[in-house]
């Protein structure tokens, strides 16, 4: 089965310097989609970036990039230049492609200061 | 303006009590999904559609029952059986079958049980 893993449950990271949330997946499946989703104290779940398990680079967008290690099964987001507005719960998923879903890691909280 | 609609943005129900949430989309997307997320937690699945009339249990469909006569609508109705629906529920949808396509979401609903 699939799984995703987020061992930091809450990161602090002072505004304006980069911060590196991490994930670690689990797949016996040579191809597959890794996405990160940000959920502000809003609720809402906003798409950031995605990566493709066959793409040759690491994807990026903006201040976000994805630092993605296929032989360790990492693919941590990397946050540049943090801003007061990244603090939010951050959630690392995977589409499954057995059961046609998405699933998620438990998520890191991250926290911006002035 | 293309996007998912879920309402009520709160609900409250009393013990014993069916109470059902809905969600729309406008997106065209064949795909639709039904997570549950705890304080503090990442989402686990509860039923998801990829066609009309026609759905499969995720990882913690107990006590929750859904439908999907159009494409456009998934409700989903929390019963009796549920024993500890106080939570934060949050709809998607997306094209199905695609690996590389993100989910989009709908601001959620916070249901708590009085």
């Known amino acids: 089965a699939q799984k995703i893993t987020q061992t930091q449950p809450g990161m602090f990271v002072q505004e304006k310097e980069a911060v590196t949330l991490d994930c670690t997946y689990d797949?016996?499946?040579?191809?597959?989609?890794l996405f990160w989703y940000k959920q502000p104290s809003s609720g809402e779940m906003i798409f950031l970036i995605y990566?493709?398990?066959?793409?040759?680079q690491n994807a990026t967008e903006g201040r976000y990039s994805l630092n993605f290690q296929k032989a360790r099964k990492s693919a941590n987001l990397v946050i540049s230049a943090s801003q007061l507005g990244d603090s939010a719960m951050y959630f690392c998923?995977?589409?499954?492609?057995?059961?046609?879903?998405?699933?998620f890691g438990a998520g890191t909280r991250l926290f911006v200061k002035a | 303006d293309g996007g998912i609609t879920q309402s009520p943005k709160y609900l409250f129900r009393k013990e014993g009590q069916n109470v059902t949430l809905s969600c729309e989309q406008n997106?065209?997307?064949?795909?639709m999904y039904w997570y549950r997320q705890d304080p503090g937690q990442g989402l686990r699945l509860i039923y998801y559609?990829?066609?009309?009339?026609?759905?499969q249990k995720g990882d913690i469909a107990e006590g929750y029952s859904v439908s999907r006569e159009k494409k456009e609508s998934f409700p989903l109705t929390v019963t009796s059986a549920q024993k500890n629906p106080t939570a934060f529920y949050l709809c998607?949808?997306?094209?199905?079958?695609?690996?590389?396509?993100?989910?989009?979401f709908g601001q959620g609903t916070r249901l708590t049980v009085v």
């Open positions: 990566q493709g398990s066959y793409d040759q």
């Open positions: 797949t016996s499946d040579p191809s597959y989609g």
């Open positions: 997106l065209n997307h064949d795909a």
């Open positions: 998923a995977m589409w499954d492609t057995g059961g046609f879903k998405t699933i």
């Open positions: 998607a949808s997306s094209i199905v079958g695609r690996m590389n396509t993100e989910a989009f």
């Open positions: 559609s990829q066609i009309v009339n026609d759905f």
